[in-house]
């Protein structure tokens, strides 16, 4: 199955995403679903396929960096293949049976079509991840579904979520899981915590630009000054 992720990644090397094989992987599943034209989970695997592969502009910088879902500029989103994507899953999902794909694509089709991270329609993206962790019980949904939580409820809510996941040997090793601590941890204002997740997730990582981009987040959080106490207010 596909990684239920906001955002794919190549796992391993000096480049955050695989052009090449994210346009035949589409051309391919463009194949599929042509011949299959009233299968749901061929629509939606398509349209999450698209709906990933519209951000893609926008999650690297000029040097190659990795920039979060929060900070991409959605001007550069492929509003083509967001409409296709969007027009896929939503005659999909009315003639089920509902399974993960056409699911993932709805939340990918969430985040597309909202205007910021602000603006986004969190509590439904919440139940998404619900639905689709009673059909595939992955950890990584459960980890997606923590964070959100966390937008939702608040972190102290995403972070009680993930401490779940922490003895989950499925997880063991991965970076995903401090990441997202680290996340919430920051959310949260607890700078510390945030800093040594954010280092742990680097060292999990085999993708440069997810190392250079847990590495920065780390230390820019490391050269913030220290929050200054409020001074006692004098006894009346």
């Known amino acids: 199955m596909v990684r239920s992720c906001e955002e794919q990644t190549s796992t391993t090397g000096p ?5 090449d094989l994210a346009a035949e992987a589409i051309r ?3 194949s599929l679903h042509a011949l299959l034209p009233d299968d749901s989970e061929s629509a939606g695997l398509l349209a999450l396929m698209l709906l990933t592969e519209a951000r893609g502009p926008a999650r690297t910088g000029p040097s190659g960096e990795l920039i979060s879902l929060a900070d991409q500029d959605r001007c550069r989103w492929d509003t083509a293949a967001i409409a296709e994507g969007v027009a896929l899953v939503t005659r999909a999902l009315p003639r089920g049976p509902v399974g993960p794909y056409q699911v993932q ?3 990918a089709a969430v985040h597309d079509e909202a205007t910021s991270t602000e603006q986004t329609d969190w509590p439904q993206i919440l139940a998404l991840y619900e639905v689709l962790e009673r059909l595939v019980g992955s950890p990584v949904v459960a980890l997606n579904r923590a964070v959100a ?3 939702v409820h608040g972190p102290a809510a995403g972070l009680a979520a993930l401490a779940a996941l922490a003895d989950d040997p499925r997880l063991a090793g991965h970076h995903r ?3 997202a601590r680290a996340h919430l941890h920051e959310m949260a204002g607890d700078r510390e915590r945030a800093i040594v997740d954010y280092r742990a997730a680097a060292a999990r990582t085999s993708s440069l630009p997810e190392q250079r981009y847990l590495t920065m987040r780390a230390a820019r959080l490391a050269a913030e000054p220290a929050p200054v106490a409020p001074e006692p207010k004098p006894e009346a």
């Open 177 to 179: 899981l401090p990441a």
């Open 105 to 107: 694509a709805a939340i």
């Open 149 to 151: 939580t966390a937008m």
């Open 15 to 19: 480049d955050l995403r695989r052009i």
């Open 28 to 30: 391919l599943t463009r």
